[in-house]
T-cell receptor
């Protein structure tokens, strides 16, 4: 029972490098989300996808792009990494677009030097 | 617009003592509230949710929360904590943005249970 799977779990990048974080869910959920978690800041929404084929900006979208590849997969891309993007990134999914609880992956810990 | 304030960044408590983690919210529309728990190096897990109905909501691991509309609060309680309850706890409010309900999370409360 995998739930939400994120890869990789850890990554170190140099400033200016690009990278794609992968997320897949096996619960047949329609909605998927990308968050970043920084100390003392809680979770901040980067992008979300209410359904396959749609994506929308969240609170902190600058410097990121997303792709909803299919119903299962939702990737997050950093085109030119900056030290300010050092964070823990979480992917989540929910059944639909209602006020349902979210299911989270275990996170990707990203350091940018 | 919606927002969540978790009033304590850290709550230390001794094992078997009761605990309350405080959460206040603001929302201009119908209110849907959640508490999540995060153990070290893991993602968030749902503890409990309030969507409608009874204002006292029971969750997993012996936790409960009470929705108080007049005080705009949704405090989390447990009558007797264990060492294993040491974790980060997040309160969230879900409101409508366009056609979707998007949650806003508080900054988290670190519960530290001492033996």
């Amino acid at each position: 029972n995998a739930g939400v799977t994120q890869t990789p779990k850890f990554q170190v990048l140099k400033t200016g490098q690009s990278m794609t974080l992968q997320c897949a869910q096996d619960m047949n959920h329609n909605s998927m989300y990308w968050y970043r978690q920084d100390p003392g800041m809680g979770l901040r929404l980067i992008y979300y996808s209410a359904s396959e084929g749609t994506t929308d900006k969240g609170e902190v979208p600058n410097g990121y792009n997303v792709s909803r590849l299919n119903k299962r997969e939702f990737s997050l891309r950093l085109e030119s990494a900056a030290p300010s993007q050092t964070s823990v990134y979480f992917c989540a999914s929910s059944e639909g677009t209602g006020p349902e609880p979210q299911h989270f992956g275990d996170g990707t810990r990203l350091s940018i030097l | 617009a919606q927002s969540v304030t978790q009033l304590d960044s850290q709550v230390p408590v001794f094992e078997e003592a009761p605990v309350e983690l405080r959460c206040n919210y603001s929302s201009s529309v119908s209110v849907y509230l959640f508490w999540y728990v995060q153990y070290p190096n893991q993602g968030l897990q749902l503890l409990l949710k309030y969507l409608s109905g009874s204002t006292l909501v029971k969750g997993i691991n012996g936790f409960e929360a009470e929705f108080n509309k007049s005080q705009t609060s949704f405090h989390l309680r447990k009558p007797s904590v264990h060492i294993s309850d040491t974790a980060e706890y997040f309160c969230a409010v879900s409101g409508q943005a366009g056609g979707s309900y998007i949650p806003t999370f508080g900054r988290g409360t670190s519960l530290i249970v001492h033996p």
